[in-house]
């Protein structure tokens, strides 16, 4: 009985023996060097006034000109993707290194498949990095280009493809409003129906208000609600033109709509009926840009001249 007693005891010993040994081998990890936080950092965000983004399909240049930012210095840019891009800039850090094993591959992929991001003050190169990753998995890797190291990139508290930001194509970043007038800007507006010109109507400034032209008593807060919807109208997608679209634009719109600002500037949006299937219209900006827009958004300003009367 005390033989088969020590026995177990002794299988007991072992077993502890093996666990404890386990704990301190597998359970303790060797010290890592504290990865630096700032490594992406390395300028005044204040003060950078152009940020150059290439990638594979092509190069977009966002440049500081007088009181906004533009894209390729042809088109105004989004204020919102901007906010966005420099709250990434701020807030992106770091989270580890890339293993040695995988640093090369990847190095090599950010180099050749990702986004190569450019930061300049008064035309000198403040930090130069790659980004890329995969968007599903939500990893985003950066690759120092001056120490070739790449890490997984993070921004605290959110989950979040980091790199996305730096992967947007031209349209991406521009703005998408269509008018964007204000008030203090705004001379008049003309809406004519290529189909039905009984439905033509124009807007301009009366006796201190809005109104339609030819309408004894106008209905102001639709006047004033439908001016808004105008000024609001965004773009879905900037799109190329294609055979399709070279096609549609040699047909009569749906209809045009003109604004004229006070330097008498003005801006031309037509639009093209959509198919019963689709939920989008066609339109070109000034006669050069194809753009998409969700139909709901054109039914609010696509309206007959009869909407206006009280």
């Known amino acids: ?3 088969k007693r020590n026995k177990s005891l002794f299988l007991l010993l072992v077993a502890l023996v093996v666990t404890t040994s386990g704990v301190f081998w597998f359970g303790t990890k060797p010290e890592q060097t504290p990865v630096d936080k700032e490594i992406f950092k390395h300028f005044d965000l204040a003060n950078i006034d152009e940020i150059r983004l290439t990638s594979p399909a092509d190069t977009v240049v966002l440049k500081y000109s007088g009181s906004r930012w533009f894209v390729n210095e042809l088109f105004p840019a989004d204020r919102s993707m901007m906010d ?33 991001v450019e930061l300049f003050t008064s035309g000198e190169i403040q930090q130069t990095f ?14 120092d280009a001056v120490s070739g190291l790449s890490y997984l990139m ?30 203090r800007n705004f001379q ?6 290529s189909r039905n010109s009984s439905d033509d109507f124009e807007v301009a400034m009366g006796n201190n208000y809005f109104s339609v032209l030819g309408i004894v008593k106008v209905d102001t ?14 773009v879905m997608d900037y799109v190329s033109a294609d055979r399709t679209l070279d096609s549609l634009g040699g047909e009569m719109p749906q209809a045009t709509i003109l604004v004229e600002d006070v330097a008498r500037n003005e801006y031309r949006l037509e639009l093209y009926r959509p198919t019963a299937a689709s939920r989008t219209y066609h339109g070109r900006i000034n006669g050069k840009q194809w753009a998409t827009f969700e139909k709901s958004g054109i039914e609010e300003i696509v309206r007959p001249r009869s909407f206006f009367a009280e």
Do not use: H
């Open 188 to 193: 008049r507006l003309k809406l004519n129906y």
């Open 154 to 183: 993070t921004i605290p508290g959110y989950r979040v493809y980091v790199a996305g930001i730096f992967e947007l194509d031209e349209s991406g970043w521009r703005d998408k409003f269509v008018f964007g007038f204000n008030w």
């Open 221 to 234: 807060t639709k006047v004033n609600d439908f001016l808004d919807n105008v000024s609001l109208l965004t």
């Open 130 to 143: 790659f980004a890329g990753g995969s968007q599903t998995r939500n990893q985003a890797y950066f690759l």
């Open 1 to 3: 009985m005390l033989e």
């Open 84 to 116: 966005v891009l420099f709250a990434t800039l701020q807030q992106a850090e770091p989270r580890r290194p890339v293993a040695a094993s995988l640093r090369d591959s990847l190095a090599t992929g950010l180099q050749q498949r990702g986004v190569k």
